[in-house]
């Protein structure tokens, strides 16, 4: 991609900044410097084309202000250099964005993401496989790009989730928290373990998960089961529960990233118990970015669900069904 003069200057500042920080750039060498520079270039130069229009592109950001999609291009590009750092085995210092561990076995083609949700509402990711996470506020989750040519599906959290896994007989799903594994074929259940806490908890609202730590296996819990693991006596409980009254952070704002349309009436479909069709499938990988508030009525989500994605709705009480429609004329 060409810049102007003074868009390549505003670049060039920027960089600038990184050479003032010592407790990053410090530990790298030449080398790996010259690559930094060049992935956050290509970085913030991706950024930037996403912001020509097209349907599969996230919606309601302003193009005409190029020096504020380049600043905002910048953020990503220091996320990115730490996950870069992280991926090439430099240890990080100080910062928030360090995963668990690497995910061991997958091809070089394939890249690790690690998800961060807000500090102050939920997030929702749909996996490779389709499978739906919502992470509570600050917990992070670091998974594969893709999950094919793996055994397994592996996973690793840092904080509290809800799981929601796509069931698949011959690839196991695992999510690893320190030292337990959960491990499971399809099924919903919810899982405690944040950092600095003594315990960690797994509960099961549907399907069936078996729980081990390194040495053996703690048990294997059904709905409404739930076992409790201390990690300093290396200890755990098994105990009938209502799993839902685990379920009530799920309560809080929920934000919604780069999903596309069908994966937002999933959202929908499980929160307020009714059925989307999607009409014109041209639509269904439309991707956009949003905020549901809490206390957020179906009406209000639909009727944000159709601004940000240009499309109209109906919805039928009697049948608790909404049906989607492209508004736009088919040329």
Known sequence: MDLTKEEQQFLESYYDLFQNEPGI????????????????????????????????????????????AIAAAILTGIVFSLLFFYHSGTKVTNTEFVA????????????????????KENRVIFLPDGSKVILSPGSKLNYPSSFDGMGKREVFLN?????????NASRLFIVHTGKLETIVLGTAFNIKA?????EITVTVTRGKVKVKDQLKILGTITPNQQITYNKEKATSVMKIVDANSFLDWQNQDLFIDNLTLSEAAKIL??????????????????????TFPKDEKLEQ???????????TYTYNNDKSEVIINNQKPKL
Do not use: C, W
């Not at 904080?159 to 069931?167: E, L, N, P, V, Y």
């Not at 989500?301 to 499309?311: Q, R, T």
């Open 25 to 68: 750039l410090d530990i790298l060498s030449i080398e790996e410097k010259n690559e930094l520079r060049n992935e956050i270039r290509a970085n913030i130069e991706k950024s930037i084309l996403d912001e020509e229009p097209s349907v599969s592109k996230i919606r309601f950001i302003n193009r005409r202000y190029i020096k504020t």
């Open 100 to 119: 668990a561990k690497p995910l061991e076995g997958k091809s070089k083609l394939q890249e690790n993401k690690m998800i961060v949700a807000h500090q």
């Open 159 to 167: 904080g509290q989730a809800f799981f929601d896994i796509k069931h």
């Open 194 to 198: 944040i950092r600095g806490e003594k």
């Open 269 to 290: 479909e499980d929160q307020f118990k009714i059925k989307i069709i999607i009409k014109d499938s041209s639509i269904r990988e439309q991707r956009f970015t949003a």
């Open 301 to 311: 989500a639909l009727k944000s669900i159709s601004i940000f994605n240009g499309v």
